[in-house]
């Protein structure tokens, strides 16, 4: 997302990201990864549970991606931040989403990960940003 951060913003949105860490965590973890966007922290993961962001069981987490994409399960596992997942407040069975959210703080567009592969692409985002913007209802 960060290559593509002046797409979004030449839409007028900005990017937040929210991980499971404090706030200072999200801040090392930003600057460790290159991030410009703000990355918030949730440690008691209120805004997962509030979302509807679900958990995987053992076998989502472990076997099951890399029976469904055995390429991008490698290279999430080689880029993945093994230390960050020893942290107590970390729920490496939580899984994750993304939201676009209008001006005035509703929810237009809800990607809700089934599955820890399950990342929503760029390009999807972007088009439901743009149908936001365009006045479309999602």
Known sequence: ??????????????????GQGTGAEAAAAARKHGITYPVL???GHASYRTL?????GWWGLTLAPFLEDL???????RRADLAASRNPRSD??????????DGSGRIR?????QTTTDVPKTDALLAALGRVNSGDVL
Do not use: Y
């Open 52 to 56: 509807g962001l679900g958990r995987t």
């Open 41 to 43: 922290g949730d440690p």
């Open 109 to 113: 567009f809800v990607h809700r990960s």
């Open 71 to 77: 390429r991008g399960s490698w290279q999430n596992l």
């Open 1 to 18: 997302m960060q290559g593509r951060l002046p797409e979004f913003e030449r839409l007028g949105a900005q990017v937040i990201a929210v």
């Open 92 to 101: 490496v069975r939580r899984l994750g989403g993304a939201l676009v959210v």
